[in-house]
């Protein structure tokens, strides 16, 4: 599979968008997907730890974990030159239904409009701030 392919995959997915940042796909604001990173023979897909876990188990040659935290929480890598349409769909539509519901839900992790919209007042200590958690020992 070509990086040309993988986009056109994923941009025929229903409801998805294209954004120049990477790329990346998008549904409903929320990325399912990459190209380009950490070079342009691969891309990332934003799957469960139970459905990389899947798809690395049937197609181990194709799909790997991403480096650090984020291979941890089911991002997962993909080599597209060993990659087919048969094996990068049903992964790459579970990621976009991933994402779709995370949509849905309004998850948390979404990025806020703007760092204005979201910023704490100066010198206000939250819960999960570092001198907070030093208090709360």
Known sequence: MTPEQF??????????????????????????????????TRAMLKLTPEQQAEFIHDHPNVFSPSAGKWGEKGCTSVALRKATKAIVQPA?????????????????????????????????????SKSARKVAK
């Open 7 to 40: 986009r056109r995959l994923a941009v025929s997915s229903a409801g998805a968008e294209e954004h120049e940042h990477h790329p990346d796909f998008r549904i409903g604001g929320k990325i399912f997907a990459t190209m380009g990173h950490p070079d342009e």
């Open 92 to 128: 790459l539509e579970a990621a976009r239904q991933n994402a779709m519901w995370a949509a849905l839900a309004g998850d948390k992790r979404a990025k806020p409009a703007s760092k204005a919209a979201t910023a704490k007042p100066a010198g206000k200590k939250t819960a999960g």
